[in-house]
């Protein structure tokens, strides 16, 4: 079984998707692993903010099955493919890691690259799997934050209930993250 962490976003009608992916993600691979829900402004377009969230998952699909079966997700979900790259999206999922794989898997760049650059990736990243080692920077997590430009980004976590729950842990401040 691989571990695998996956990017989950959505700006439009936001708290449905993230539901809709969440219960179909625990439909297939059992129990997620969850981080914070955490909001952001769109970056690269003018648009509606963003509801992020990381979830570790166990599978033993491969890259290509995986990355497969994520797609079909986001088609049924609304997903537009026929829309500029940077625009709002129902639901977007994206591979962050793969256990340590490195370099191009079935198609699939590894670990992506977004991780180093955005924060509404590497906080919750780094709020679930503090201590693993980022394979291509050979820093954890953790300390991949802790370094991160805060200031970068604005990104702050929100109350987000899934199945009875609150995910969101509430820091005192930004740099608490962890």
């Not at 990736?121 to 291509?136: D, M, R, S, T, Y």
Request: aromatic letters at 10%.
């Amino acid at each position: 079984m691989a571990r695998v962490y996956l990017g989950l976003g959505s700006n439009t009608d936001r708290e449905h998707y993230i539901h809709a992916a969440l219960d179909a993600l625990a439909e297939q691979f059992g129990d997620l692993q969850l981080s914070s829900v955490y909001e952001s402004e769109a970056v690269g377009f003018e648009g509606d903010a963003f509801l992020n969230l990381v979830a570790g998952i166990e599978t033993s699909m491969s890259v290509g099955e995986l990355s497969r079966y994520l797609k079909a997700l986001e088609d049924r979900h609304g997903r537009r493919r026929d829309c500029p790259r940077y625009s709002g999206r129902t639901l977007d999922i994206d591979i962050l890691t793969y256990d340590q794989c490195v370099g191009l898997v079935d198609g699939v760049a590894l670990p992506r690259g977004e991780i180093l650059f955005n924060a509404f990736v590497l906080w919750p990243l780094a709020e679930i799997a503090p201590g693993e080692l980022h394979p291509l920077a050979a820093l954890s997590y953790g300390e991949l934050w802790q370094n991160y430009e805060h200031n970068r980004q604005a990104l702050w976590p929100v109350s987000f209930h899934w199945r009875g729950s609150e995910l969101t842990r509430f820091p005192t401040r930004l740099a608490e993250g962890l």
